[in-house]
Every structure is written in structure tokens, then in C-alpha cells.
């Protein structure tokens, strides 16, 4: 792994984890502990989801160029579809809040792709070898 991909996950999980802590802050002060873990919950799942995409889609990219951007959709399709059934799973469950649950996931998922989003455009990424350029060997 390269040091620009760590640099782009911390990016994007530090912010994440701090959406995390502030779901279940409110989680809790709302509904109490079932909302803390609902938001705990919901925070880890959109960590591990976006966490596993982002290391697929800087595989993809560096072996298979060509296939970049439909991996991408298909990746995110396929994310979206996930937590759709995970929250369906988790429908009638006593263990946690649900909406609390699915606030947290829906605030952690736009808070990573924000995040990401900004890793990216702050990214200091060649598309030029610049030392390429001067030799003539």
C-alpha cells in the first residue's frame, strides 16, 4: 500500500469517526442507550463499507485502469444495496434505535464521500512522470 492511499483513508475516516462520536452522542441524549449503540453501529458499518471500497477501488486502479470508473459504480451500487438489505435485516430488532441507526449511517456515508471527495482534489497525484521528461536514455 502506498503512502498517498493511507493518507487518503485517514483522511477520510478521521472526519468519518468524528460523525461517529457525535451520533452517538445525540443517539444517546435522544433515546438513550439503544440510540448510543444504533449511532455506534451505524458508524462502524459505514467504516467498514467505505473503508473495503476505497482499498478495492485503489486495486482496481492501479491493476486495471480501464475498469476504474465502472468498478467505482458498481461498487457503490452495490454499497448502497448492502445497507439497504442490512437495514431491512434490522428492521423489527430491539437491540438498537433504527432510525437512529439509519441517521448514522446516512450522516457517516456523507460525511466519508465528502471527505474523500476533498482528499481527492487536495491530492498532489501526477499524471505526468515528471522525471520521465528529462531523460533522454
Do not use: E
Not at 483522511?11 to 455506534?40: D, E, L, N, R, Y
Not at 512522470?129 to 531523460?135: Q, R, T, V, Y
Amino acid at each position: 500500500m502506498q503512502s498517498n492511499d493511507v493518507r487518503t483513508f485517514l483522511h477520510c475516516a478521521v472526519p468519518t469517526v468524528a460523525a461517529g462520536v457525535i451520533a452517538v452522542a445525540v443517539g444517546g441524549m435522544v433515546t438513550g442507550g439503544k440510540g448510543a449503540i444504533g449511532g455506534a453501529l451505524g458508524a462502524v458499518i459505514v467504516m467498514i463499507f467505505m473503508g473495503i471500497g476505497l482499498f478495492a477501488l485503489q486495486r482496481t486502479a492501479r491493476s486495471l485502469p480501464h475498469l476504474f470508473q465502472a468498478m467505482g459504480l458498481m461498487l457503490y451500487t452495490t454499497q448502497l444495496l448492502v445497507l439497504a438489505i442490512i437495514l431491512a435485516l434490522f428492521k423489527h430488532t430491539t437491540l438498537f434505535d433504527l432510525p437512529t441507526f439509519a441517521f448514522s449511517v446516512l450522516a457517516a456515508s456523507l460525511v466519508w464521500i465528502l471527505a474523500q471527495a476533498r482528499a481527492h482534489m487536495k491530492a498532489k497525484i501526477f499524471y505526468v512522470d515528471p522525471d520521465s521528461a528529462g531523460s533522454t536514455s
